[in-house]
């Protein structure tokens, strides 16, 4: 299985609208790549290492498909309306990263 994970860097003057990245992104990710999708979740850092630090992100999501093949041809045809709507939600650079998923 492949992850793919995007991670949203905490920065103090960041701006970051998570009602609208679970209500309104999450769901468009979800209705544009269907069953491509196995499972997904979105973590809002709360802390760093401890309660005192702050969270060296302020999301991270992440999302599951069968495979590499399968994601590409799943977010390829819709990467550009995808990457259009991050502007109504933030202005953070993302960082992405895929990842093989092994099973435990």
Do not use: C, W
């Amino acid at each position: 299985m492949i992850k793919l994970t995007v991670l949203y860097p905490n920065d103090t003057n960041a701006r970051f609208d998570k009602a609208y990245y679970v209500k309104e992104h999450f769901d468009l990710l979800h209705d544009m790549l269907g069953d491509a999708i196995i499972d997904s979740n979105v973590n809002f850092g709360i802390s760093g290492g401890t309660p005192d630090q702050a969270a060296p992100y302020i999301v991270i999501a992440n999302i599951i498909f069968q495979s590499m093949e399968s994601f590409q041809s799943a977010f390829g045809p819709h990467a550009s309306k995808i990457s259009a709507d991050v502007k109504n939600f933030t202005d953070i650079k993302s960082q992405i990263q895929l990842s093989e998923v092994a099973g435990l």
